[in-house]
Nanobody, 128 residues
Framework: QVQLVESGGGLVQPGGSLRLSCQASGFTVGNRAIGWFRQAPGQEREGISCISSRDGTSLYIYSVKGRFTISADNDKITVYLQMNSLKPEDTAVYYC?????????????????????WGQGTQVTVSS
C-alpha cells in the first residue's frame, strides 16, 4: 500500500527554520517525483517544490527559492524540505505527494493535479 507521511511542522518565529520530512512506504522515492505543496486557510493548494529521481532535478517556486531546499535521503525513502528564513506568509498546511518522475521537469509548473499519492499534511505556523 502506497503511503506518504509528513512530519516536522510546528510553530516558529519569523526568520526561523524548520525541516519537514516526507516518509514513503509501499514504494521508493527513487522511482518517483516528490512534490511539496502548501495550503493556507481560504487559499488553493499550491506546489512549492519538487524533486525527480530521473535526473535529480529540483524545482522551486519564486517565493521560496533561496530559502527552501528539497532533498532525498540516500535510502530513497524520505524526502526533506529544509525551510529557512521563514515568513508569516509561509504559514500553511504542508503536504508531500508523489507522481511519475517526468512530472518534475525544468519548465513544468508544479501542478496539484499531476500528483496521485498524498500525505495527510503537517501544519507550519510562522508567528511571533
Amino acid at each position: 500500500q502506497v503511503q506518504l507521511v509528513e512530519s516536522g511542522g510546528g510553530l516558529v518565529q519569523p526568520g526561523g527554520s524548520l525541516r519537514l520530512s516526507c516518509q514513503a512506504s509501499g514504494f521508493t522515492v527513487g522511482n518517483r517525483a516528490i512534490g511539496w505543496f502548501r495550503q493556507a486557510p481560504g487559499q488553493e493548494r499550491e506546489g512549492i517544490s519538487c524533486i525527480s529521481s530521473r535526473d535529480g532535478t529540483s524545482l522551486y517556486i519564486y517565493s521560496v527559492k533561496g530559502r527552501f531546499t528539497i532533498s532525498a535521503d540516500n535510502d530513497k525513502i524520505t524526502v526533506y524540505l529544509q525551510m529557512n528564513s521563514l515568513k508569516p506568509e509561509d504559514t500553511a498546511v504542508y503536504y508531500c505527494a508523489a507522481a511519475p518522475p517526468l512530472v518534475c521537469s525544468t519548465g513544468v509548473p508544479i501542478f496539484v493535479a499531476a500528483y496521485d499519492y498524498w500525505g495527510q499534511g503537517t501544519q507550519v505556523t510562522v508567528s511571533s
